[in-house]
């Protein structure tokens, strides 16, 4: 009952959104081919798009994944398990309304994410050293905390990529190609953990996160360079 009456709510919410028409400029008109071929060489899409892509992957790595396994060989039981759920959820939340609160400029939102990539690396890395229920809370609510300030800024730097008439093809392959990541990010931890121990998957999505921290690098100095020659 609780998911119709939430569906529900989100039917009644789409209906009330308004529609607001585009003008005669930005009603531009391409070929399926030029909506590819200019979508693709949109610069900086790419990167952003495969931090988002990562942090997606590192989730359902960890809370969506393999984390309740690992808290099961702790001996925490299923319902304690909640706790965990919450202890990464909230703050996620909580990071996630931060950033509608505050209009960072894109400079300072890369350094952030930057920020979050290195202690979403540092918390997992931690990971397999924790042993009770509230050392691997602990770990979660600062990976929750990060990765909910990373997806938002993702989102709102590629929407500042595109001109109007290629926003909707531009976010459609974002979204796309970070959802990649669901699916990628499960699927090697998996052999990881068959080839290795279950710890080795948190240890893998600290070199993921890493990763993460490097691509950021390369766009703020990437930003830097561009700023330079003007």
Same mark, same amino acid.
Request: glycine letters at 6%; hydrophobic letters at 55%.
């Given at each position: 009952? +609780?998911? /119709?009456?939430?569906?529900?709510?989100? @039917? $009644?919410?789409?209906?009330?959104?308004?529609?607001?028409?585009?003008?005669?400029?930005?009603?531009?008109?391409?070929?399926? =081919?030029?909506?590819? !071929?200019?979508?693709?060489?949109?610069?900086? %899409?790419?990167?952003?798009? !495969?931090?988002? $892509?990562?942090?997606? =992957? @590192?989730?359902? *790595?960890?809370?969506? +994944?393999?984390?309740?396994?690992?808290?099961?060989?702790?001996?925490?039981?299923? &319902?304690?398990?909640? %706790?965990?759920?919450?202890?990464?959820?909230?703050?996620?939340? /909580?990071?996630? $309304?931060?950033?509608?609160?505050?209009? %960072?400029?894109?400079?300072?939102?890369?350094?952030?994410?930057?920020?979050?990539?290195?202690?979403?690396?540092?918390?997992?890395?931690?990971?397999?050293?924790?042993?009770?229920?509230?050392? @691997?809370?602990?770990?979660?609510?600062?990976? +929750?905390?990060?990765?909910?300030?990373?997806?938002?800024?993702?989102?709102?730097? /590629?929407?500042?990529?595109?001109?109007?008439?290629?926003?909707?093809?531009?976010?459609?392959?974002? &979204?796309?190609?970070?959802?990649? +990541?669901?699916?990628?990010?499960?699927? *090697?931890?998996?052999?990881?953990?068959?080839?290795? &121990?279950?710890?080795?998957?948190?240890?893998?999505?600290?070199?993921?996160?890493?990763?993460?921290?490097?691509?950021?690098?390369? %766009?703020?100095?990437?930003?830097?360079?561009?700023?330079?020659?003007?």
């Amino acid at each position: 009952m +609780g998911s /119709v009456a939430a569906s529900f709510i989100g @039917l $009644l919410l789409a209906v009330s959104i308004k529609v607001i028409p585009a003008s005669n400029e930005e009603n531009v008109r391409y070929s399926i =081919g030029e909506y590819v !071929t200019r979508t693709l060489k949109t610069k900086q %899409l790419l990167p952003i798009s !495969t931090i988002a $892509l990562i942090t997606h =992957g @590192l989730m359902f *790595i960890s809370i969506f +994944g393999f984390t309740p396994n690992y808290a099961a060989t702790l001996g925490i039981s299923e &319902q304690a398990i909640v %706790l965990l759920m919450t202890a990464f959820f909230l703050p996620h939340a /909580v990071a996630s $309304l931060i950033v509608t609160a505050y209009h %960072l400029n894109p400079h300072t939102e890369r350094i952030v994410i930057l920020t979050c990539m290195v202690l979403a690396a540092l918390m997992f890395f931690l990971v397999p050293f924790t042993n009770s229920l509230w050392t @691997l809370s602990a770990t979660h609510f600062l990976i +929750g905390l990060a990765l909910g300030f990373v997806l938002p800024i993702c989102l709102s730097q /590629v929407a500042r990529l595109a001109p109007d008439s290629l926003k909707t093809s531009v976010m459609g392959f974002f &979204q796309s190609y970070y959802a990649a +990541g669901i699916f990628l990010g499960p699927w *090697i931890a998996g052999m990881v953990a068959e080839a290795f &121990q279950l710890h080795a998957v948190f240890v893998f999505a600290s070199i993921v996160a890493v990763i993460g921290s490097m691509i950021t690098l390369y %766009l703020i100095n990437d930003q830097r360079q561009r700023v330079a020659k003007h």
